[in-house]
């Protein structure tokens, strides 16, 4: 696909990146030429420096060509202009960052009216995606497919667990769940398991299982599955907004420390059910005084990755049962995995995620589509779900008769709103929808995870 981005800041380079990787013709374009210039030589793309609503820019990058225009800059009206104007000058599909909450009730408008195909509102997914985690702490990370139906769960396997040296094969006989391991993270490895993987304490797993499943799993491996009383979070950003505002109707009592005294105003406003405390997050008596030791949930949303880390191992050091940290420079990976910090978010990856799917989408032009997609440990791998058309060249095939390219797993199949968590001898079906886990990246069609000449 022939893609412009207008707008080369974190999530415009995550895109420029990961887009071009899948072998799509990306266009940046950017008021600042330095940043348009280190993007084109790093990932081997196309730029433009000018103003992205800018008739004459967009002609320059090849409106008239695109497919699809994403529009991140900083600035939400900003964006949806570029994604007007590129409708009217290249007939285009558009993508709109739009981040301000007043705007958040009228995505579902701005979409229609102005004919987007996608708005995003990365810090409101953001925050959904921490509700989820802190309503079911013993997870890592949580993703959703078949519409809610199945989840998709990774956590580590404490010291003390059951599951400590026990193979697939024995987890099932033994505790009778009907659960599927997907993934299993090992030494900084991430392989798909077989039966007779052996897991260990410490390693990493991703289980995918109906939501009905999940909770009966968790207490018989002993872990605990009731949401967090309450929740401390440092900073008082947008992401800390809709988080608040997702978590005080559900119970979670919920604590705001922001260091500005005009933010704490506002927050006071628009969050009357919540906490607002104005100081300094970083600030260990404050945290003491504010009981941090008493804390079932903290997340450290400060805009500094170097404070949110050092504020998520100080939480963890006080006992607090989930710990989430907000990173957004990825450079020292390997470095901030050896801290074991629970569970980490980037917003822009969330972003990219999003984005990624569509494009995935559109780009398959044979049928069955990538209904939802998920990155899942650190990137190294990817849950896709698909529905399966006509087009599938193995249905009514057991599945232990498939070629499957190696690193790929069938992990559910979704028939009807049933749900199966498949076996050997079941099959394929035209209808289906089927959730996909693979250490390959790329898969765009359903076609792609059989190994045929």
């Not at 119970?251 to 420390?257: A, N």
């Not at 289906?432 to 390959?440: A, G, K, L």
Request: net charge negative.
């Amino acid at each position: 696909m022939r893609i412009i981005i207008v707008g080369c800041g974190k999530v415009g380079e995550t895109l420029a990146a990961e887009l071009s990787q899948e072998g799509d013709d990306i266009t940046v374009i950017d008021r600042k030429e330095d940043k348009v210039e280190r993007l084109c030589n790093a990932y081997d793309i196309m730029g433009c420096t000018g103003n992205g609503a800018g008739y004459s820019t967009q002609l320059e990058a090849g409106i008239k060509e695109a497919d699809l225009l994403i529009a991140v800059t900083g600035s939400d009206e900003l964006n949806l202009l570029c994604c007007l104007l590129a409708r009217k000058a290249g007939n285009c599909q558009t993508i709109a960052r739009v981040r301000t909450p007043e705007y958040s009730s009228e995505l579902r408008y701005l979409k229609e009216e102005l004919g987007l195909a996608m708005v995003l509102n990365q810090e409101l997914a953001t925050a959904m995606e921490l509700a989820r985690v802190l309503k079911f702490p013993s997870a890592i990370d949580i993703d959703t497919f078949a519409k809610g139906r199945v989840d998709l769960l990774r956590f580590r396997i404490p010291a003390d667990s059951p599951l400590d040296q026990m193979t697939l094969n024995e987890m099932h006989s033994r505790l009778k769940s009907n659960v599927l391991v997907c993934t299993l993270e090992h030494g900084g490895e991430i392989l798909i398991p077989t039966g007779d993987s052996r897991m260990e304490a410490g390693d990493v797993i991703s289980i995918v299982a109906a939501s009905r499943e999940e909770t009966p799993f968790f207490r018989k491996i002993g872990l605990q599955t009731n949401q967090v009383k309450n929740v401390l979070i440092v900073g008082g950003g947008q992401i800390s907004y809709y988080l608040a505002r997702l978590l005080c109707p559900a119970g979670i009592r919920v604590k705001i420390i922001e260091r500005q005294m005009k933010r704490c105003e506002e927050l006071c406003e628009l969050l009357p059910k919540a906490t607002i405390i104005h100081g300094d997050g970083t600030n260990r008596q404050l945290l003491e005084e504010e009981g941090i030791e008493q804390t079932e949930g903290f997340v450290a949303l400060t805009d500094i990755d170097e404070e949110n880390v050092i504020l998520s191992l100080y939480a963890k050091k006080c006992g607090c049962r989930k710990v989430i940290t907000k990173v957004n420079r990825l450079s020292f990976d390997e470095v901030i995995d050896s801290l074991d910090l629970d569970t980490r978010v980037c917003p822009r990856d969330i972003t990219a995620e999003s984005i990624l799917q569509y494009v995935r989408s559109v780009k398959n032009s044979i049928g069955s589509n990538v209904e939802t997609l998920h990155r899942i440990s650190d990137n190294q791998a990817e849950a896709l779900e698909f529905v399966i058309r006509d087009n599938f060249r193995m249905t009514e095939v057991s599945l232990q008769d498939l070629p499957l390219k190696p690193g790929i797993l069938i992990a559910s199949i979704n028939r009807g709103g049933q749900i199966i968590l498949p076996r050997g001898k079941d099959v394929i079906r035209e209808g289906d929808t089927v959730i996909v886990i693979t250490t390959r990246k790329g898969l765009n069609d359903i076609n792609d995870i059989l190994q045929i000449k």
